[in-house]
């Protein structure tokens, strides 16, 4: 298998069918692999995937019977896949699973594909997501001496050899994708960033990113988390 790419999925019920379907339209290859992580959801998330996914040979489901964290997802699903490259995208449909494809041969056209992590550069967001973005960006790059750029994107696709030098000690929340994003600057891993599209969510609604109160959450969270990743963890 060339690439397993993992999609956690807490309470994306009406987005499960739309993002296997648009997967289903990309992927005309048979080395890639979509790992559906459901994620301790409390809707019928996991009824809807366990229907369809008959329908979809490409892809597989890991149970997380109790949510521990967005980060605690993807490491299940990161852990479970067993091809040369790996990584992760949403299941908001915010992130179209063709830019996985378009990750995957970056990747492999790439001069050291060992030593590439390709991570997609949010394009189309409303002014104040964007604004948001740049003052993490700002923050992170100056706090932890290192060009951290819109840390969110996704979708995210790398080596498995990058993954098992970080997996025991990854963190099991929201931090993960600065704490990756980070690891692969320490680590001189080649960096590529791509345009993606993000359009607003069709169903559900972010667990996340709901209002400033959310973001304020979001902010002290990663703050206390970037004092422990200078730290050393």
């Not at 996985?100 to 949010?122: F, H, Q």
């Not at 002290?220 to 970037?226: G, I, N, Q």
């Amino acid at each position: 298998m060339k690439l397993s790419i993992v999609v956690p999925c807490y309470n994306e019920e009406k987005n499960i069918p739309l993002i296997l379907e648009k997967f289903s339209s990309v992927i005309h290859r048979d080395d890639v692999c979509v790992v559906l992580v459901e994620n301790g959801s409390t809707d019928n998330s996991a009824e809807v995937i366990e229907k369809l996914l008959p329908s979809y040979p490409f892809a597989k489901v890991v149970v997380v019977k109790e949510n521990l964290g967005y980060g605690f997802g993807i490491l299940s699903g990161l852990r479970a896949c067993e091809s040369e490259f790996i990584g992760w995208t949403h299941a908001d449909m915010q992130t179209d699973p063709a830019d996985v494809l378009k990750a995957l041969d970056i990747v492999e056209s790439s001069k050291n594909p060992i030593n590439t992590y390709v991570k997609g550069d949010r394009k189309g967001r409303p002014l104040f997501d964007q604004l948001f973005t740049i003052g993490m960006s700002i923050f992170e790059s100056m706090f932890l001496r290192a060009k951290l750029w819109d840390i969110n994107a996704q979708p995210n696709v790398f080596h498995k050899s990058f993954f098992d030098s970080w997996n025991e000690t990854a963190p099991h929340d929201f931090s993960l994708d600065l704490f990756v994003l980070y690891q692969a600057k320490k680590k001189n891993v080649d960096l590529c960033r791509f345009p993606v599209r993000f359009p607003e969510r069709l169903h559900g609604s972010s667990s996340w990113n709901d209002g400033l109160s959310a973001k304020w959450k979001f902010i002290k969270r990663t703050v206390e988390f970037s004092i422990k990743l200078k730290a050393g963890l």
